[in-house]
């Protein structure tokens, strides 16, 4: 049995105003190419097929070509909700499209779904649990206690009356213990929304969804495949990929990593102005590529992210690097302050905010202004 493992499309997204929406047409094309090429038995989709709860009408529109481009070549789509989407909205022709093998579980209903497909080996269970919370699971089990989310992923696979003995592949969207985050994806504070690895001990294999850096969590059958673009300058190191996963008989299980090339590549360009802008530096490279630009000049550059638009039409996010960002200043609040001149003050207040002293053309235009002030005041 062979099937794509796939996360967290994120349909719709923007970042800092950008759309997204050529990039993951582009992408996800791609995905359908790769389904043509390998021909899986089925697609798994581990949630967070959309950005929000309420997508966008182009986003649903890009969701379905997708669905009805897999659905064209006879093979089954599992997928589930992730807490990003609104499991109501998934819902809406879910069982007319079951007539097409696109199978989406958009709301836990007291257990797993169980989809079962055959192979020459006999039969794989696909266990479909969506992005669950303890308020979701504890109405069906008011008997139980269920306090947090382990507690309530736990309860929600004892309810799959699971046989260890046959093929079972679990498909959930939760954050488990131990796994690397990025700064895209939305976690609970202090881990409240931790999950045991070790709750997945039953099954041969489990596709995660929720984390955004392609990885695996305790043994190679635990996995997260990533989301299928960067939705973060935090993952601008990361290499995207689809997770083809095959599993020969009972107990052996080997993962393929499918490298996805994007329209345009998010990374991040360092330099001072003037060496960013030199022709030579960035012709060679793609400069419509989304990127996070370092400036190392002293002096800020006035409008600088609208100048270096020009060349790089795709920044999405500028910062400094410098003497001034890499001080950490802390205002001593022991010093006297009334035994201090103004100028004194100004020039403190200065370097705290600038990482370096006024110059003296700078001390004798305050000066001046200070007794301009103080004349003024008389």
């Known amino acids: 049995m062979k099937f794509l493992h796939l996360s967290d499309l994120h349909i719709g997204i923007r970042l800092n105003e950008f759309s997204l929406q050529e990039d993951q ?12 090429r390998e021909k899986p038995d089925a697609v798994v989709i581990a949630g967070d097929i959309y950005d929000k709860s309420v997508p966008s009408v182009e986003g649903v529109r ?20 992730g807490n990003h989407d609104s499991a109501e909205r998934l819902s809406f022709g879910t069982r007319l499209m079951k007539i097409s093998g696109v199978h989406i579980a958009s709301t836990f209903s007291g257990a797993p779904e169980r989809i079962t497909l055959t192979d020459e080996l006999g039969e794989v269970n696909f266990w479909l649990l969506p992005f669950i919370k303890p308020a979701t699971v504890r109405r069906f089990f008011p008997e139980n206690e269920i306090a947090t989310y382990n507690d309530a992923v736990k309860m929600a696979i004892a309810a799959a009356s699971l046989n260890p003995d046959e093929r079972n592949v679990l498909v959930a969207h939760q954050f488990v213990t131990g796994a690397t985050t990025s700064e895209s994806e939305q976690i609970t504070a202090g881990g409240l929304d931790n999950v045991d690895a070790e709750l997945f001990d039953d099954f041969d294999y489990v596709a995660l969804g929720h984390i955004h850096k392609p990885q695996k969590i305790r043994r190679d059958e635990v996995r997260y495949c990533g989301t299928p673009l960067k939705y973060s300058f935090s993952e601008a190191s990361h290499n995207k990929s689809v997770s083809l996963v095959t599993l020969c008989e009972k107990g052996k299980v080997t993962i393929d990593e499918i490298e996805l090339i994007p329209l345009r590549d998010m990374r991040e360009i360092k330099g001072s102005y003037d060496e960013l802008t030199l022709r030579k530096n960035y012709e060679n490279t793609n400069r419509f590529d989304y990127l996070r630009v370092i400036l190392t000049d002293e002096d800020e550059i006035p409008d600088a992210i609208a100048l270096m638009r020009n ?11 410098n003497r001034r960002t890499r001080t950490t200043s802390v205002i001593d609040g022991t010093d006297k302050i009334e035994e201090k001149s103004p100028q004194e003050l100004f020039n403190e207040l200065y370097e705290l905010q600038m990482g370096v002293k006024m110059s003296e053309g700078q001390l004798k235009i305050v000066s001046e202004m200070v007794k301009d002030i103080w004349e003024g005041e008389k």
């Open 311 to 321: 060349i790089y039409p795709n920044i999405m996010r500028l910062d400094y690097d």
């Open 25 to 36: 047409k582009f992408i996800l094309d791609q995905i359908v190419g790769i389904t043509k």
């Open 62 to 81: 890009l969701f379905d070509d997708f669905l009805t481009a897999i659905a064209e070549i006879k093979i089954p789509v599992l997928a589930i909700s």
